[in-house]
């Protein structure tokens, strides 16, 4: 058994101990916006908040969150932060078939909580742990600074 | 407890292992997540040395101004080490239990004098690092032990410089790294240590060329000198991620940079 906070929500899992954070994310609790990709910790679809900091669930076992806060973009949804984000990816076409977003968006709500005036540099970082197959990158570089514009006008 | 131990896996922050789970099907394994145990991690300074807990991640690291100031070139390791989320779950222990020819953390320990704290249930023995790694994927833990701690000394006004060229920018493993440490005096280099990696089946120290240079004037010849020396030094191997000659060539090449930015950290001037 497995005891965690779950985007604000205490739950309880009977997972196997080698079983992955993302299985029993998708598998365990229907959480499908939680990517299962390469499975090796490479892609970044899978990547989750683990007490705040993005990590890739497919490196994770399930016995491993015990007591611990995972946040997906689910837990998000009425965040001030995320919402400009949202926006600016759209805004900027920096969703195409959608299935490096939810990584890609916690990545880049990361960086902004920490640093809102982050370099495009940084912001190079901060995402360099998060494929897309679609969008060459540059639309979802722009979009972030323009987020981070957008919440800091000074 | 010793049979709950017994052929059990020390788990640290588990970005090296638990992919390999998926090819072991429904084989039972025996962890030990070294996670839960508070006192392995964390960075310390003691006695005029630094210590640092195997299961400190990257992420831990690069945010330590006491890692920036007494070995940048761990510092400048811990950057180039994955992406955000490696950093934020991989640790300085497993990159080096793991034994990678190409572990970005080892270069700069080996530089640095560290030294590695092998323990059991029954008994622990410092030990350096220099003789930790016996292969690719192998060092001298037996099955009874984990890797405890590291340390190395805290030294005034020495500097370090960390060097690497991968296949991109970002999130890559290295092709060929490199590091090195510096202690001056005057323009002279009282003492030099270099280490390369991935150009041999375990990361290495290069001793012929340290002594060749150890007590010398600083120029920009000696730097020329220490790089042609180091290309001989390194026995690379071709393989998927370079070509041997390429990796000899980038050996002489991240020498040249390590050594001239840890001669500018020491406060040298070239």
């Not at chain 1, 982050?118 to 190079?124: G, N």
């Not at chain 2, 310390?44 to 007494?70: R, W």
């Not at chain 2, 991620?241 to 940079?257: F, I």
Request: glycine share 10%; hydrophobic share 40%.
């Amino acid at each position: 058994m497995v005891n965690f906070e779950l985007n604000g929500a205490d739950v309880y899992v009977e997972a196997p101990a080698t079983m992955t954070l993302l299985d029993m994310l998708r598998v365990e609790l229907g959480v499908k916006s939680v990517k299962k990709g390469c499975e090796q910790g490479e892609c970044g679809a899978c990547t989750v908040l683990l007490d705040g900091s993005p990590v890739t669930s497919c490196l994770i076992l399930a016995p491993q969150v015990e007591g611990r806060r995972v946040c997906t973009i689910e837990g998000l949804v009425d965040n001030p932060l995320l919402k400009e984000l949202r926006e600016a990816f759209m805004e900027n076409g920096a969703v195409q078939c959608g299935f490096c977003t939810p990584g890609m968006l916690l990545s880049a709500y990361a960086l902004l909580r920490d640093n809102r005036h982050p370099s495009e540099e940084e912001v190079k970082t901060a995402i360099e742990g998060n494929i897309c197959r679609c969008t060459g990158y540059v639309a979802i570089i722009e979009a972030i600074l323009d987020a981070a514009e957008r919440i800091a006008p000074d | 407890m010793m049979s709950i131990l017994d052929n059990a896996m020390p788990l640290a922050g588990g970005t090296d292992i638990v992919p390999t789970f998926k090819d072991l099907g429904s084989k039972p394994v025996r962890l030990i997540d070294l996670g839960l145990i508070d006192e392995l991690n964390g960075i310390m300074e003691e006695d005029g040395k630094i210590l640092i807990g195997p299961t400190t991640t990257h992420a831990q690291l690069l945010a330590s101004k006491v890692i920036e100031e007494a070995a940048p070139a761990l510092h400048d390791a811990a950057r180039w080490i994955g992406s955000v989320q490696i950093r934020n779950r991989g640790t300085i222990g497993g990159n080096l239990c793991n034994a990678s020819p190409a572990a970005d953390s080892a270069p700069p320990l080996l530089v640095h004098g560290a030294e590695v704290h092998i323990c059991s249930l029954e008994e622990g023995h410092w030990v350096p690092l220099q003789g930790f790694f016996k292969g690719p994927k192998m060092t001298v833990l037996e099955p009874n032990e984990i890797l405890a701690g590291l340390r190395f000394p805290q030294v005034k006004g020495a500097g370090s410089s960390f060097q690497r060229i991968g296949r991109r920018k970002g999130f890559t493993l290295s092709v060929v790294n490199a590091a090195v440490y510096v202690e001056r005096d005057g323009e002279r280099l009282r003492e030099v240590r270099i280490a390369l990696g991935s150009v041999a089946p375990t990361p290495i120290r290069a001793p012929s060329v340290e002594n060749k240079i150890r007590g010398k004037k600083m120029s920009g010849g000696l730097v020329e000198e220490a790089a042609a020396a180091s290309v001989e030094v390194a026995k690379p191997i071709d393989d998927v991620r370079g070509t041997a000659e390429y990796r000899r060539d980038m050996v002489g090449v991240l020498v040249k940079r390590a050594m001239r930015e840890a001669w500018r950290r020491a406060g040298g001037e070239l």
